[in-house]
């Protein structure tokens, strides 16, 4: 391994380790050295070149070998729960969450990215915005000034957060759905993809259509 390179492990080889790994490719931040994945049947494949090297038992073995780094490769639909303890694992193992943008994601200098997040092809986050650690800002994704957006939240493809929205810890908000300006969304909650949410969304329930309800 070259000594200034940043060597990272994907934790998870599901579809979402693939566009992980696709972003890593495209940047210069870090390089994917391997997959670890709990499915014997994965072992010994490859995720666009990348192995799949076991499961978590491996993850001593790659310290040794110079990885410093990690990412969840699992991504959430309405649950984001498993992404949440795989990323607390990480931390655990002694690693560092590696916080990974896409070549062209567009991100605002003045603008907050927290540890392990990731910010996928085309998703733009604008000036005043706080992500919390271990999000996913999925593709084409647009999160307007000034949005708090708390840990562990999934914002799926093409989802418009307006300014100053809120998100709590691990909130899913679905694919396309838009919430508009100075609304807050409650810790664990769903918003449905395509919801249009007009009105605050309260803790752990679920909204869907046009507006939200």
């Known amino acids: 391994m070259e000594s200034k390179k940043i060597y990272c492990v994907v934790l998870g080889g599901g579809g979402h380790a693939k566009v992980v790994i696709d972003a890593m490719k495209g940047g210069e931040s870090a390089i994917p050295y391997a997959v670890l994945d709990v499915d014997a049947l994965l072992w010994g494949k490859e995720i666009l070149g990348v192995p799949i090297r076991g499961g978590n038992d491996h993850i001593e073995m790659l310290k040794k070998e110079g990885v410093t780094h990690f990412v969840a490769g699992i991504g959430g639909v309405r649950d984001n729960s498993p992404r949440k303890k795989l990323f607390e694992w990480g931390m655990q193992q002694g690693l560092l969450p590696l916080t ?32 919390g650690d271990n999000c996913i800002i999925n593709t084409g994704a647009l999160i307007d000034h000034d949005c708090i957006i708390g840990h562990h939240i999934h914002i799926a493809p093409g989802v418009t957060l307006s300014g100053g929205v809120k998100i709590g810890t691990s909130a899913h908000i679905g694919a396309g759905a838009v919430i508009i300006q100075g609304v807050s969304v409650g810790e664990d909650a769903v918003v449905a993809a395509g919801a249009v949410v007009v009105r605050d969304v309260p803790p752990r329930v679920v909204v869907k259509g046009v507006p939200a309800k």
């Open 100 to 131: 990974l943008y896409h070549p062209s994601a567009v991100v605002s200098s003045h603008s907050h990215i927290g540890s392990g997040s990731v910010l996928l092809a085309r998703s733009v986050v604008n000036p005043g915005v706080v992500i």
